[in-house]
């Protein structure tokens, strides 16, 4: 309006413009006790049980846990230093769960934690395509991957761990990431 007001343009292109309309918001679905449970049981037969699990009691996105350097892991003190995308969340102290210590033990040996059988690291599509998703569909269940983040940290309000440290854990700057966001 102003740009017609003094004559820089005779015609307001502005008011044909269409926004879109707002992005559904993804459902996020926690991990039930009895799907965690499901998972442990049947860890040797299907090969994503264990990165499930292991993003489920860290906390860790796929492309962390993908990129994570096996000098990195101190499973002697149960703890690994990890972590990608922001500066809350590189280089952070991850604890290892004695649930999970195993899996994660038989993975750094091979030199991945998310390894393909040949011993390499494994894509996300790889892994999404070919693991996870029949995984899911095996369960009878409607994940996705990054729900294991959302589970993780929703298991550790549920534990009473004490908010600042699972925003630690979590690798965020804020606590409303955390609380809004993340547990349910």
């Known amino acids: 309006k102003y740009a017609m007001a003094i004559d820089v343009c005779g015609k307001n292109y502005a008011a044909f413009i269409e926004l879109p309309t707002e992005k559904t918001k993804i459902e996020r679905r926690v991990f039930t006790g009895e799907e965690i449970q499901w998972l442990f049981d049947n860890a040797e037969i299907y090969r994503a049980a264990k990165p499930i699990l292991i993003m489920i009691f860290t906390s860790m996105r796929i492309n962390e846990l993908r990129t994570l350097d096996v000098n990195n892991i101190y ?9 990608i995308k922001t500066d809350a969340g590189k280089n952070r102290v991850i604890p290892i769960s004695r649930k999970i210590e195993a899996y994660i033990r038989k993975y750094a040996e091979i030199g991945s934690l998310l390894p393909t059988k040949e011993g390499r690291t494994m894509s996300y599509s790889n892994f999404h395509d070919n693991l996870f ?3 899911m569909e095996i369960m009878g269940a409607k994940h996705t991957i990054h729900d294991c983040r959302h589970t993780g940290i929703s298991l550790m309000r549920e ?3 004490v908010p600042l440290y699972i925003k630690l854990i979590a690798g965020h700057a804020t606590n409303d990431v955390t609380e809004k966001v993340y547990t349910h």
């Open 75 to 83: 499973l002697d003190k149960r703890y690994m230093i990890g972590g």
């Open 159 to 161: 534990a009473g761990i």
């Open 133 to 135: 998703m029949p995984l």
